[in-house]
């Protein structure tokens, strides 16, 4: 069975930084894209990056670039999320996911649904 | 960007009834690149369908989508308990992946 555990979220001040990781298994994790995606409380679904299988394609949403970077270590099966540069609008449950049939994450494009997820980590920023 | 606007917003309803969720487009997209999500609370979001119109693995055929160009729709053809949830709808054929706002199926 495919399985997503994030991991790294807490509470961090404004201007911090974090780093999420996301540990997958149950499918051959260096031939899928993956992604982040976020849920402010009490809100909707934003996307937020997203990394080729092999890692040589970075995307990023327009509210996040700059700031966060993502990476990926196929050795074990680990992608992850530095998050710099913290603000309160930043704060949201994040989900790791995996891009699903129909998807097109490499270097030159990164586009998908999203088939699995991971249960999500809380990041709070706030003084 | 493509904005996706979902109604109505929240959809009272009793089990055993039908439910049509409607996801309309900014502009017009591709039916390739159309998904629905089911979300419930303390959870997170689980695919429904993907290309407008296929039901992801394990997804029970009482769960449909159809639509093209600007105009979507996911129908639950008779509601079950388990299906109040909120709903979403993404389109994802180009970067930035961008969601709706979400529709709220609540038990009437």
Same mark, same amino acid.
């Given at each position: 069975?495919?399985?997503?555990?994030?991991? @790294?979220?807490?509470?961090? &001040?404004?201007?911090?930084?974090?780093?999420? $990781?996301?540990?997958?298994?149950?499918?051959?994790?260096?031939?899928?894209?993956?992604?982040?995606?976020?849920?402010?409380?009490?809100?909707?679904?934003?996307?937020?990056?997203?990394? $080729? @299988? $092999?890692?040589? @394609?970075?995307?990023?949403?327009?509210?996040?670039?700059?700031?966060?970077?993502?990476?990926?270590?196929?050795?074990?099966?680990?992608?992850?999320? &530095?998050?710099?540069?913290?603000?309160?609008?930043?704060?949201?449950?994040?989900?790791?996911?995996?891009?699903?049939?129909?998807?097109?994450? $490499?270097?030159?494009?990164?586009?998908?649904?999203?088939?699995?997820?991971?249960?999500?980590?809380?990041?709070?920023?706030?003084? | 960007?493509? =904005?996706?606007?979902?109604?109505?917003?929240?959809?009272?309803?009793? #089990?055993?009834?039908?439910?049509?969720?409607?996801? *309309?487009?900014?502009?017009? =997209?591709?039916?390739?690149?159309? +998904?629905?999500? %089911?979300?419930?609370?303390? %959870?997170? #979001?689980?695919?429904?369908?993907?290309?407008?119109?296929?039901? +992801?693995?394990?997804?029970?055929? *009482?769960?449909?989508?159809?639509?093209?160009?600007?105009?979507?729709?996911?129908?639950?053809?008779?509601?079950? #308990?388990?299906?109040?949830? =909120?709903?979403?709808? %993404?389109?994802?054929?180009?970067?930035?992946?961008?969601?709706?706002?979400?529709?709220? =199926?609540?038990?009437?």
């Amino acid at each position: 069975d495919v399985q997503l555990l994030e991991s @790294g979220g807490g509470l961090v &001040q404004p201007g911090g930084s974090l780093r999420l $990781s996301c540990a997958a298994s149950g499918f051959t994790f260096s031939t899928y894209g993956m992604s982040w995606v976020r849920q402010a409380p009490g809100k909707g679904l934003e996307w937020v990056s997203g990394i $080729s @299988g $092999s890692g040589d @394609g970075t995307y990023y949403a327009v509210s996040v670039r700059g700031r966060f970077i993502i990476s990926r270590d196929n050795s074990k099966n680990t992608h992850y999320l &530095q998050m710099n540069s913290l603000r309160a609008e930043d704060t949201a449950i994040y989900y790791c996911a995996k891009f699903g049939i129909g998807s097109d994450c $490499s270097r030159s494009r990164c586009y998908g649904n999203f088939d699995y997820w991971g249960q999500g980590t809380l990041v709070t920023v706030s003084s | 960007e493509i =904005v996706l606007t979902q109604s109505p917003g929240t959809l009272s309803l009793s #089990p055993g009834e039908r439910a049509t969720l409607s996801c *309309r487009a900014s502009q017009s =997209v591709s039916s390739r690149y159309l +998904a629905w999500y %089911q979300q419930k609370p303390g %959870q997170a #979001p689980r695919l429904l369908i993907y290309g407008a119109s296929s039901r +992801a693995t394990g997804i029970p055929d *009482r769960f449909s989508g159809s639509g093209s160009g600007t105009d979507f729709t996911l129908s639950i053809s008779r509601l079950e #308990p388990e299906d109040f949830a =909120v709903y979403y709808c %993404q389109h994802y054929g180009n970067s930035p992946e961008t969601f709706g706002q979400g529709t709220k =199926v609540e038990i009437k």
